[in-house]
């Protein structure tokens, strides 16, 4: 891919949706390799104790495998973890096991529960433009554990009936952990998924969430493709699986948009410090 702006400084994205199958595992390593093919270093981490995005990463995650619950709950550095993808360069996962479905209740008695995974990140030494957190579908700690460690949230919509559904309930968890825990804290982003042109609902509901989000949507939906659905089971994404694929060009073209607005916005704030 072309190369893009690289943010000034790394972005930590937060993939939430408190529903489940709305597309944000798919959203989270899709984008991430498209930034990474794109030239970016991008670090996923996979938050959910299923563990989809470390298999649609290729990444072992067998319940030995040192994973995000040794991070969270042992205080194990993240970098003794990570594991580079194979065949996508500069993209990286922090694997997740099923031991981190007890992380839940574990975190509960731990100091600074909430800012685990923020510390975690901070003392990260490697270089990187982008990190993706795959959150599971609950608004419980480990979301919040993402949503402290993060400026931005990415929620992903699939365009159906119910689509903005429990929406009101993410919204008001991002303003409560913005008021007491992170004031950086923003839903930067909406990305409309498995979008069905031929169906009238599916254009009405992108309608009305653009009409509601109009600075947060970005102009790119991800169209329903069978290449996308497939991609998982052969451990890839769908960039190295099938990469002209519709689904392909349009998480390419997402993570485009996505690495410009940031361009933009970080273009703004150096004009208002040469203002001041
Ligand atoms: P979540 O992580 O929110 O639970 P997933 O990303 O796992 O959602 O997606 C739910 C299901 O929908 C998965 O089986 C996935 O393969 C499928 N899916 C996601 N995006 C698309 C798409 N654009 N086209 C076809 N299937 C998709
Ligand atoms: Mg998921």
Known sequence: GEALPRPAATRVMVVANQKGGVGKTTTTVNLAASLALHGARVLVIDLDPQGNASTALGIDHHAEVPSIYDVLVEGKPLADVVQPVVDVEGLFCCPATIDLAGAEIELVSL???ESRLQRAIEAYEQPLDYVLIDCP???GLLTVNAMVAGREVLIPIQCEYYA??????LLRNVDLVRAHLNPHLHVSTILL????????????VADEVR????????RTSIPRS??????????QTVLTYDPGSTGALSYLEAAKEIALRGAEKDQRAADERFAA
């Not at 998924?193 to 009405?204: E, K, V």
């Open 111 to 113: 100091v600074a529960r």
């Open 137 to 139: 579908p609950s608004l």
């Open 164 to 169: 903005l559904e429990g929406l009101g309930q």
């Open 193 to 204: 998924t498995m979008y069905d042109a031929r169906t009238r609902l599916a254009s009405q």
């Open 211 to 218: 009409s509601h989000f109009q600075d947060e949507v970005l």
């Open 226 to 235: 069978v290449r996308v659905s497939e991609a998982p089971s052969y451990g």
